[in-house]
């Protein structure tokens, strides 16, 4: 047997040789911003990587966040996750504030747009500079459109970037003419998107693509308050502040985002208080940050969890009929079900209720009528005739409805209960729940969404917020063998596609608003959508941070203004 | 013994081709990578049929696994969609050291992503491995030898309860208790998530602190399972004729449990390590989620949930290939304990 003496000594061996891996191992995979000065930069401010010990006087906050990056490029990253963080090194040419009510911000004054409603006019501020001291100017406007409709480089999407040509008759003069009238120029356009033509065009002139720039990863010439300086891959993006900002100059010296991918530790990390700002919590543990005396903050982004009905040719007989749909939103108790969400949510209507304008004010809320729902449904030949509780229809088919969303747990929650209340009028609602990446798989790849698996699909979506435009309802978008990417996984209605056809032409808003209404008065009373709760932001906030603003869509838009009291 | 190791060496080379095709077909079934692309809303059409023909996506399975294994500098593609083809394939392929780049992060190569975790996994699991190894032993041998014992009846009951954990549950449970409660009630805690805290910087001690918890949870949970592994092979062993021949010739009890029995009851339990050993690369997928842990555990779960196939072959053949070098050693190491295997 091993004696004292021995364990001992093996034990310090593992320690030391343990100590010694941690010392020696997973060095050299930060991407680090130089310190050198990039080339041609006239004046440079220093990026350094992290110093080891801090002084105390440095304000430095940690932001948890759920998803790395992909790309610090904003064109070679979907993700909401990367968007928002061009907010920190990136510039906008306008901005919105708590309201969500754009204002200028790299512009003098918002664009104007001509009569016709096909040319956009920027005029760019003449004390804009890149991080390095170079001027911002509209030829980074024409590189960066050139970049993202070029063939050569696999941005993630072009849109709406081929929509339009562009040019730069000055230095801060920006001119963008559509093809056709385009209305949502406004939300879609210039988001964090902007690249340094001094910096990019030189590789792409060496490589023809920009797909393997340094500057992609990690993006050392910025435009924003914060400066790119460290990227620990799986670990941390670190921003100090950038000295030569144009804009206010930030209160904090620092921000990491730290990437913490599960809810619970995420949770853990803001009441430890080891992060400042956590994001997205579950809604269980809401009560659990404010017994700890942490700010829930909550902002509209436009996002919304409703349920997308199916009408196309393979849904099931039940739901394609009216009467059917009209019983599911008689038989749902959204409001009891939204309630479990706590005080943070509250139950939707239609796809645009983040946007109350755009909505027909003579809407009235499907209301839980369970009674109503069985009613109606009895009236039209849908009973129960073997007593087994599932009503059948006139040919004697049981009326079963199939409905599918993503495998969040929410969204799995909420089927258990839909179960039971579609159960309680006689609905048979058999639920599914898929990867997001099976679920949106294409018409040839057999995505359930696509082939029209699925007579019920939920999940959280907006449409190009703050404006109102989505494609969704198109009937040029059915998914087909011939059009396989479509993504109208809904049905084509023409009332409803020439509505959808005619408001992204329309220039004139009181019009344009117009036809919104008539847009979601129509979805509503055919209910081709219901929405079931308001998927706005949710944001955890240590109270040590003061001057905290959130924006639904640029949340960091007063990032300036943060501060911590020591 | 060295025919031996060469022979097994080529046969492996057919086996990790066979692994390479089998993994590819289950990863280009099984999902699509640019269906949403990490977004909250779906790839636009235009944008999909695009990236689809740039990334080869839209070429036949077959194809696709023949540019993976070879590369597609052979072949011209036609990147504008204009019916000609105008540009050669990038690619130089598997066996030219190419693993291809990401799909996702599409500024770096896979091979790039892999070098960047692979050492902060194992940073984490060597030592991990190492204390899992040392205290397995000896809570195994210490409880076979006092079978029956309180002690024995405590460990064995530990043993119970710590392998009846699911590892999220100690991990989470440890969390709560020494980062977040300690710090509550004014005790010295641990941090909760990371590899080391950044306003700090990477130092011996924070990237020391940070594993504390990792490891735990780890070590709680198959310590528990592997000492009751090794107490019974001991068990067994200690029983043996030759065993009670070694007291029987004088020999100290330290010689006979190290030099005899423990040498004997080691057997099964090397093929247990030779299995582990490989999967040390592939990190701990749940370990890592929860405590943040940079490692290839979390690499491998976010690219494979993005179906990025060049990221998660790159992954899976390394696993492979250590498989297949750990086995090898494994058998060479049953020769070295028991001098009744021979390899001629």
Known sequence: MLNKKTTSKLLGLIIIASMLLAACGGGGNATVAPTGAPTGAPTQAPTEAPTSVVPAEEKIITIAWTQEPNSLNRSYSSMWYMSVLTDIYSCWPWNYDVANEPYPNLLTEMPTVSDDGLVVTMKLRDDITWSDGVPITSEDFVFTHEMITSTANTVDSAYPYDKFTISAPDAQTVVMTFEEVFTSWLSTLWQGALMPKHILQPVFDADGTIDQAEWNMAPTVGCGPFNFTTWESGSYLRFDRNENYWGPAPKLDAIVFQFVPDDAAQTAACLAGDADVCFWPPYEDIPAFRDAGLNVVTEPSGYNEGWFFNFRDMASPGIKDLVVRKAIAMGLNRQANTDLRLDVVKVTETFWDAMPSYVDPSITPWAYDPEAAKALLEENGYVDSDGDGIREDKDGNPLTITQGNTDKTERQNYQALAQQQMLAIGIDLQTFSYNSDILFGSFSDNGPAAIGDLDIMQWSDVPYFPDPDTSYWLCSDLPTADNPYGYNYFGCDETLDALFQQQVVTVDPEARQQIFWQISKYMHDNVYYLGIWEDGDVWIVNPRLTGVKFSGVTPFFNITDWDVTQ | ?344
């Open chain 2, 1 to 344: 013994m060295v025919r031996y190791i060469i022979r097994r060496l080529l046969q492996a080379i057919p086996l990790l081709f066979i692994i390479s095709i089998m993994i590819f077909i289950l990863l280009q079934s099984s999902g699509d990578p640019l269906a949403t692309m990490g977004g909250r809303r779906t790839t636009r059409p235009e944008d999909r049929a695009r990236l689809s023909r740039i990334m080869g996506l839209d070429q036949p399975i077959y194809l696709q696994y023949v540019y993976w294994l070879i590369g597609n500098d052979w072949v011209q593609i036609d990147v504008d969609n204009d019916g000609t083809p105008d540009t050669y394939g990038q690619r130089k392929g598997v066996l030219r050291g190419d693993f291809g780049n990401s799909l996702v992060n599409r500024g770096k190569t896979a091979l790039e992503l892999i070098n960047e975790r692979l050492p902060n996994t194992l940073v984490l699991m060597i030592p991990a491995e190492i204390i899992i190894l040392f205290f397995s032993l000896v809570v195994g041998i210490y409880s076979a030898l006092r079978q029956y014992s309180l002690t024995d009846q405590l460990i064995t009951t530990g043993s119970f309860i710590g392998f009846s954990m699911p590892i999220f549950f100690v991990a989470l449970a440890s969390m709560y208790i020494f980062a977040v409660n300690f710090r509550k009630w004014g005790l010295p805690y641990l941090p909760t998530v990371g590899m080391f805290d950044p306003k700090v910087g990477k130092t011996f001690g924070q990237v020391a602190t940070h594993m504390i918890l990792p490891i735990f949870s780890m070590s709680l949970v198959s310590i528990s399972g592997y000492s009751r592994f090794v107490r019974s092979q001991m068990l067994e062993v200690i029983s043996q004729d030759y065993i009670r021949t070694a007291y029987a010739k004088g020999l100290s009890e330290r010689m006979v449990l190290i030099g005899h029995a423990l040498k004997n009851a080691a057997i099964p339990f090397v093929t247990l390590v030779g299995i582990d050993i490989p999967f040390l690369l592939g990190g701990a997928v749940i370990t890592e989620t929860i405590f943040g842990w940079p490692g290839m555990g979390r690499l491998f779960i976010d690219h494979l949930t993005r179906y990025d196939t060049p990221v998660v072959m790159g992954i899976l053949m390394l696993i492979s290939l250590a498989v297949v070098i750990c086995q090898l050693l494994t058998d060479i190491v049953y020769g070295w304990l028991d001098p009744r295997i021979r390899y001629n």
